[in-house]
């Protein structure tokens, strides 16, 4: 509710203006029916979106030989997807959730907690790197200076695993000069955690799922523009949409966001606001409320299932 607050407050100053009302309008004057199966192409890029994002967590799971179906994935991944999108910093309720959610598929919680960081990791790493080319297409940037951020980016990242792994090879002080019971417990869950391993290419392929899950979002925002009829800003496309990423994600709240950030990227490239807001308001119908909506169902028939079944579930501690 605080997020269609948000959006109807956003747009009810924008329309207020009637120069901007009468731009926005006349944006979507341009959209036609025979368009309208463009907007099954979107939807199935989003779909895919969700299926890289799924593919992604099982490889992680898949380290600690724990297995579940992408199925299953693919629905826990759209419902916590939601959890982000819908609630004020939504990440760590959300990944909350989807520990939870693997501990009661008898996943150890180590486990659990290792997915979620390492998945929160890898696609973090990839929306950077795709600003860094996003803003080098757009000709942001010296070519200089790109390539010492790309190094920064990949030595700071490399550099962050080795030490996870030297902390895993460390000898063990849990709870040394500390009091209670707490620290103990969870110190010995987060040396647990870190004892995992990918292979290289697993965690390749786990780099690439991530990737995939951001490109194929950013092709659902390039749908939009050929749905409403506007040529699409190819040189812009990509770091209006990566940038936009990154501030939703260091916001208390995505719902405006997101929407400001991907607006104000593309005029800073030389997109006139009028289509870029309407694009924008489209992929976030597509990729937002809907996502967002399909995510919500699921989340309450996950949850309800485990009301209404307890006995089939077992929570497992490390």
Known sequence: MLGVLVLALVVGLVLHV????????SAFEHFRVHRLPLLAVAVALEVASLVASALAQRTLLGAGGFV???RTLLALVTASTSVVD?????????????????????APLALALWDVLAAGFASTVCVLALVLIGAGV?????????VVCGAFLVGGSCGFVVLVHRYAR???????????????????????AVQYRL???AGL??????ALNWVLDAGCLVFAFFLIGFAVPWRAVLFAYAGSQI???LSFLRLGVVEGGLVGAFVLTGVSATPALAAVLMYRVLAYWLVSAVGVVVLVVVNRRQRVHPSNQRLITP
């Open 199 to 201: 292979s290289r290419r």
């Open 18 to 25: 009637p120069s901007a009302a009468n731009g926005f309008a």
């Open 170 to 192: 460390r000898p063990r002080v849990a709870g040394l000069g500390r009091g209670g019971r707490l620290w103990p417990k969870v110190e010995r869950t987060v040396e647990m």
């Open 138 to 146: 757009a000709g942001l940037w010296t070519p200089v200076g790109l």
């Open 68 to 70: 579940l179906p992408v």
């Open 205 to 210: 392929m786990v780099l690439v799922y991530s």
């Open 247 to 249: 501030l939703g994600g």
């Open 86 to 106: 819908l609630l004020p910093a939504g990440v760590a309720p959300a990944n909350g959730w989807l520990v939870e959610q693997y501990r009661l598929r008898r």
